[in-house]
């Protein structure tokens, strides 16, 4: 129980410090990882005749190389977003010069940290391309992204634009003040519920708009019926409860009816509950990666189980260990999670997924070394050795390659073969 404590203790306060693996990563992968940004758009009806765009570029830590200076981690980058119609006449275009600090260097290689910058512009009925490129100073690598939106069905009434999704998050962000578009389809923090925002093109006649959302109940919950007037659309905001956001996945649809015209679109989100990790979708592998961990008392308790029997042992696991029960975020969860994902990624084996390896159970539980050596101790031997130094932590680890196939394994047991 002492050593687990222990350990836990050092997954949460360990200072990452990595000379050698900021060298592998500038060589590496991440180089590559320019075009892994996102470029989004949320449309809504803002005249009769036009449409309001607001485009995101959500560019996560990973997607950029970042360069060690003195104690914190640094990557710059240039991003922009344009506008072209269907003559292909670029109408409009906007851009960014900035750049991210972390003293972690875990995070710059999160997926889920990131950066966003958004634009609005207001078009007509019509097709258009958004694009957007972006450019790391460091390595001078580019990436770019391409959307194409068609509006000219719009022109038929009724219509319905697709619904958006927004949380509480204090700033501008292209909306109303302190609202935040959901730019993907997992959702974690729902604690003050959600707004859906329907929006679309009507006539002069009543209408009436319906919210189905599936897996809540079976029941159709009546947003609005109301003489339009003259305005030709509609613009309309309703409340998502905490209540209504208890299952995991939910599909969200939107249904139009004027006239006798019915028109209906759907959403799939994901919520997440509070406190689980954005990289955990499958409880038992999930329970299974969490072995570096666990006491021999937990083991014991989940020895049998599966579904969702397991699937609350993992939760209630978890939730013993978040070091801020009170908040939506498991910090101790989700860096446990972030490395698990960067081991899996970077010292993937054919026969064995890298949180199953040595090197990856050292790492998911210390974080990168301080220092790296590696060396073939005499020319007599043809084994490999890589020895990874934790000064912070007073400790070393030595992994010997014997086979030369890269599977390295630890010199002398680190917990047993029993863990």
Do not use: C
Request: charged residues 30%.
């Amino acid at each position: 129980m002492i050593k687990n404590i222990i350990l836990l203790w050092v997954l949460i306060f360990s200072i990452i410090s990595d000379i050698g693996f900021s060298q592998r990563s500038k060589k590496g992968k991440i180089i590559g990882n320019i075009g892994r940004y996102n470029l989004i758009e949320f449309s809504r009806a803002y005249s009769k005749d036009s449409i309001l765009v607001t485009a995101f570029v959500d560019i996560p830590f990973q997607s950029l190389q970042f360069i060690k200076k003195e104690k914190s981690f640094f990557a710059s980058y240039d991003v922009s977003i344009s506008l072209t119609n269907n003559k292909d006449k670029r109408i409009f275009r906007k851009m960014w010069s900035d750049s991210i600090i972390t003293d972690d260097y875990i995070q710059t290689q999160s997926r889920l940290r990131s950066k966003k910058h958004f634009t609005n512009f207001i078009v007509s009925k019509d097709k258009y391309i958004i694009e957007s490129e972006l450019y790391d100073k460091d390595t001078r690598k580019k990436g770019s992204k391409k959307v194409k939106i068609d509006f000219s069905k719009q022109k038929k009434r009724p219509s319905l634009l697709e619904p958006i999704i927004v949380t509480n998050l204090e700033g501008d962000w292209g909306f109303d003040e302190g609202e935040f578009p959901i730019t993907g389809k997992r959702i974690t923090n729902v604690d003050d519920g959600l707004t859906l925002i329907a929006s679309g093109f009507v006539d002069d006649n009543p209408y009436i708009l319906e919210m189905i959302m599936e897996g809540i109940n079976k029941d159709n919950k009546v947003l609005i019926a109301e003489e339009v007037g003259s305005d030709g659309f509609f613009y309309h905001k309703y409340t998502l409860d905490t209540d209504s956001l208890s299952s995991i996945g939910i599909d969200v649809g939107i249904r139009l009816t004027q006239s006798k015209k019915e028109k209906e679109v759907q959403k799939k989100i994901s919520i997440y509950k509070p406190g689980l990790s954005g990289f955990v979708d499958n409880a038992e592998i999930s329970f299974q990666q969490m072995k570096y961990i666990l006491t021999n008392d937990e083991r014991k308790n989940a020895k049998g189980k599966k579904g969702k029997d397991l699937e609350q042992i993992f939760l209630s696991y978890w939730q013993k260990r978040d070091p801020t029960p009170k908040t939506s975020i498991n910090e101790l969860m989700e860096e446990y999670y972030i490395r698990v994902n960067y081991v899996n990624e970077y010292f993937n084996m054919s026969w064995k997924e890298g949180w199953e390896t040595d090197f990856g159970m050292i790492y998911i539980l210390f974080g990168p070394p301080d220092e790296i050596q590696r060396s073939n101790v005499n020319s007599n031997n043809t084994s490999i050795f890589q020895v990874w130094y934790y000064s912070r932590l007073n400790k070393q680890f030595v992994f010997k390659d014997q086979n030369g196939f890269g599977d390295f394994k630890l010199d002398r047991p680190f917990i047993g073969p029993s863990f």
